[in-house]
C-alpha cells in the first residue's frame, strides 16, 4: 500500500471495511505463517528508569512506584518455569538503565539461563538504549532478539512525548547499533496518542518498513494519571473504543503491508477489551507475551492504568490463555523460538 492507501483505510470509519480488513490480514497471516502462535514468557525484570517519559507511569518523576530489581533467583525461577513450560523463549523487559552494576545484572541472568536450559530458551530483551559495547556483550552472552520500541515515527510529536534530552535520532541510532551487533530487531509505537494524527500512524507502518525490522510490538496508548501526557492536550479525551479500533487497524495493515514479520498481541489491547489479546491474533498478529514473573511485582509495572495486574500464577495465565487460544483456533507452537520467517529470511540472530 501506498501511503495515501493506509491514510484511507485507517480514515474509513465503516465498520464493515473494519471486519473485511481483519479478516484480509487474518487471512495473509495463515497464508504465509500458518495457524501458529509463539509465546515469550514476559519478566518484568526491574521498574527502575532513569528516563521520564510523558506518558509512562514508571517514568523517573513519579514518586508513587516502589522500585524495584529482581533477585536472580527470581529471574531464573521465572526463566525455568518458562523452560519447563515449553514456552520457547522469553523476554527479560525492564525500565533503562545503563549502569555498569545493571550491565553485569543482566549478562549475568542471560548466562544463567543459558545455562539452566541448556541453550533451548531463546532470549530476547528489552531494556532501552545501550551503547553498542553493551549490545553485542549481552548478544555474545546468548540474547538474540532487540525490543526497542520507536514509540512514534514522527520526529515532531517524539518532540512532545518526551522531554528535552529524551531523543528521537538518538533512540533510532540505537535501532541500528542493536542490528549491528547482530540481534534480530523490533521496535513498535503507540496509536491513538495526543496529539497523532493518523498520517502520523501510516508513516509508523512506512518506518517499519523502511528499517527492515523483524518484529513488531505495539499497543494503543492508555492514560495514567501520575503522569503529565492525558493533561497536555485539551483537544484529547480518551476513548477506549477508537482506542481499541486504532490499536487492531495498525495490526491489520501492518501484517497486510509485512507479512512474514512477527506482531505480539500486546497486553495494552486486553487492557481495553477482556478479549483483546484474542482479537489481536484475530486481526493478523502471531506473537502473545504471557508475563511469568512473580505476581507479587505487577501493581508497581503499571505503565498505564487498567494495565491487568493479577496475582494468579504462572500455571493459572497458561491454562487460561490455552483456553482462549483454542477457542479462535490458534495453534500453540510449544518449544520453538518462533524467529519471525522476516528474520530467518535475512539469517539474522539465528543460534540453532
Ligand atoms: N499506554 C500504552 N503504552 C505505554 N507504554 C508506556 N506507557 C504507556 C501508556 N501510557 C509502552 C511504551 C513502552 C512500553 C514498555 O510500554 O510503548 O515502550
Ligand atoms: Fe522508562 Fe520506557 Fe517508561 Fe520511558 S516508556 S519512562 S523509557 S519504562
Not at 516502589?66 to 527470581?74: L, T, V
Not at 518526551?162 to 551487533?181: C, G, N, T, W, Y
Not at 489491547?269 to 491474533?281: I, N, Q, S
Not at 512473580?294 to 483456553?323: A, D, T
Request: hydrophobic share 35%.
Amino acid at each position: 500500500m501506498t501511503r495515501n492507501e493506509l491514510i484511507e483505510r485507517l480514515k474509513d470509519p465503516n465498520p464493515s471495511s473494519m471486519k473485511a480488513l481483519m479478516e484480509e490480514a487474518y487471512r495473509v497471516k495463515r497464508e504465509n505463517l500458518g495457524p501458529k502462535v509463539f509465546l515469550r514468557g514476559l519478566v518484568e525484570v526491574s521498574n527502575l528508569c532513569s528516563k521520564n517519559c510523558y506518558y509512562c507511569g514508571i517514568r523517573r518523576e513519579n514518586g508513587k512506584v516502589h522500585r524495584y530489581r529482581m533477585s536472580d533467583e527470581e529471574v531464573f525461577r521465572a526463566a525455568r518455569w518458562t523452560w519447563e513450560n515449553r514456552y520457547g523463549s522469553l523476554v527479560l523487559q525492564g525500565g533503562e538503565v545503563s549502569s555498569p552494576e545493571f550491565v553485569r545484572d543482566v549478562t549475568r541472568w542471560i548466562e544463567g539461563i543459558v545455562r539452566l536450559s541448556g541453550g533451548e530458551l531463546g532470549i530476547t530483551l528489552s531494556l532501552g538504549e545501550q551503547s553498542l559495547e553493551t549490545y553485542r556483550r549481552w548478544y555474545d552472552t546468548g540474547a538474540h532478539r532487540y525490543l526497542l520500541r520507536i514509540e512514534t515515527s514522527s520526529p515532531e510529536l517524539y518532540g512532545k512525548l518526551h522531554p528535552q534530552d529524551h531523543s528521537f535520532k538518538d533512540r533510532v541510532a540505537a535501532l541500528e547499533r542493536i542490528r549491528e551487533a547482530g540481534f534480530q530487531v523490533g521496535t513498535g509505537v503507540m496509536m491513538g496518542l495526543p496529539f497523532q494524527s493518523l498520517e502520523n500512524m501510516a508513516d509508523d507502518i512506512l518506518f517499519f518498513q523502511n528499517l527492515d525490522i523483524d518484529m513488531i510490538g505495539m499497543g494503543p496508548y492508555i492514560p495514567h494519571q501520575e503522569t503529565p501526557l492525558p493533561n497536555m492536550d485539551a483537544s484529547w479525551t480518551f476513548d477506549p473504543v477508537r482506542q481499541l479500533t486504532l490499536g487492531l487497524k495498525m495490526i491489520a495493515l501492518t501484517r497486510l503491508q509485512l507479512p512474514t514479520v512477527n506482531i505480539a498481541s500486546t497486553t495494552a489491547l486486553e487492557a481495553l477489551h477482556p478479549e483483546g489479546r484474542e482479537r489481536g491474533l484475530l486481526a493478523g498478529a502471531n506473537v502473545i507475551m504471557p508475563q511469568v514473573g512473580e505476581g507479587v511485582y505487577r501493581k508497581e509495572y503499571l505503565l498505564y492504568e487498567g494495565k491487568p495486574v493479577n496475582e494468579k500464577s504462572p500455571q493459572e495465565v497458561r491454562e487460561e490463555m490455552e483456553r482462549r487460544l483454542a477457542s479462535i483456533g490458534a495453534v500453540i507452537g510449544y518449544g520453538e523460538w518462533g524467529d519471525s520467517l522476516h528474520a530467518r529470511n535475512r539469517g539474522a540472530g539465528a543460534r540453532r
